[in-house]
């Protein structure tokens, strides 16, 4: 049995550093055969002009280069073990647009976060969120003037 996997497409607005990558990865997306063609892919992101099939495989290729080959079984499983996942960064991202004051619906679009529940899975809250909640809280409460002015009610004449 097939099962297609529905994509939503989104649209992201992409600045900086990030920018600058794509940018480069555009420029450079020539790609030449075994004949000596040249042509140019639609993908920015490609392997020899086809799509990049399997992102896991991707993925784990780029956190192990550059790091030692292990030798035992142990080692390489405590290795994997501490490896970053993609949902990491997404859990990243998601905590930061939400403390830099992004809009919460905002920040779950470009997220890809369809439902509020899963959205507020990824936004965790940490002993340093509790921490600033307070002192601000405390920050507030200190600013109000302390010399309130309370008017007491005059009771209801009685008939």
Not at 105 to 124: K, L, P, Q
Request: without cysteine; glycine residues 6%; aromatic residues 4%.
């Amino acid at each position: 049995m097939n099962i297609a996997h529905v994509t939503h497409g989104r649209t992201v607005a992409i600045e900086g550093d990030l920018s600058a990558i794509v940018e480069r990865r555009w420029q450079a997306r020539q790609v030449k055969s075994a004949d000596g063609t040249v042509r140019v892919p639609e993908l920015v992101f490609h392997r020899d002009g086809r799509p990049i099939a399997d992102f896991r495989k991707a993925w784990a290729r780029g956190v192990h280069r550059g790091r030692p080959v292990s030798r035992g079984r142990r080692q390489r499983r405590r290795l994997r073990a501490q490896d970053p996942h993609p949902a990491d960064l997404r859990r990243s991202g998601v905590r930061n647009m939400v403390r830099a004051g992004v809009p919460e619906r905002v920040a779950m679009e470009i997220s890809g976060h369809r439902t509020r529940a899963i959205f507020d899975r990824y936004n965790i809250v940490s002993e340093a969120d509790l921490r600033t909640a307070m002192h601000r809280t405390r920050d507030y409460v200190s600013a109000q003037p302390a010399d309130r002015v309370v008017t007491r009610l005059r009771p209801a004449a009685s008939r």
